[in-house]
């Protein structure tokens, strides 16, 4: 009798612990990736970039984890209004200088956890691979609900010289005056899960 019990009581518990854990999926069409680039003096350009699939897994008001992927080949720029200058900035975002994007096609974000949501704001920690490099990452993230559907708000800055993304960076090129290129590349997110 005594087995019986405790066996009722295992299950019990585990089938709690499983419903703690809530998993949500990603809504690409409705997620909206902004990312803004600049020269250290002039010139910034801004642009979206497209959401492939991903999942965040929740338990209370705490992200245990997830994992977004990122379709580098849809990178468009924004702000550059005569289409030929457009496209071109476009094809040099898209080579090797910069993100490689036939080699490279997919960008990786993995949440490891987050902080305690505290007036639906939390800090979250996750690793960002780009181009087959991978650097840890943190980033303040704004949580809001409305019925099953949550929208987590968030700036992710990197510096892409940890990502090989050498072009015009000034940690490796001396000399380049005006031309130089900020590391910090800035994403503006705001993503949609189930």
Do not use: C
Request: no cysteine.
């Amino acid at each position: 009798m005594k087995t019986t019990a405790l066996i009722l009581m295992v299950t019990l518990f585990a089938g709690a612990q499983m419903h703690a854990q809530d998993k949500q999926t990603a809504d690409p069409s409705a997620t909206k990736i902004s990312w803004y680039g600049d020269k250290v003096i002039g010139s910034a350009h801004t642009g979206t970039i497209d959401l492939m699939d991903g999942w965040l897994s929740t338990e209370g008001n705490v992200i245990t984890g997830g994992q977004f992927r990122v379709n580098m080949n849809s990178i468009v720029n924004t702000d550059v209004k005569d289409e030929k200058m457009r496209e071109r900035l476009v094809g040099h975002l898209k080579s090797d200088d910069f993100f490689g994007v036939e080699k490279f096609p997919v960008a990786k974000l993995v949440i490891t956890g987050s902080s305690e949501f505290t007036d639906g704001k939390a800090m979250v920690r996750g690793n960002l691979t780009v181009k087959e490099a991978t650097h840890p990452v943190e980033f303040t993230a704004l949580w809001s609900k409305a019925g099953e559907v949550s929208t987590y708000t968030a700036t992710i800055v990197f510096d892409r010289s940890k990502y090989d993304v050498r072009f015009g960076s000034g940690k490796f090129f001396s000399n380049l005056g005006d031309n130089a290129i900020n590391d910090e590349i800035k994403l503006e997110v705001q993503l949609v899960v189930k």
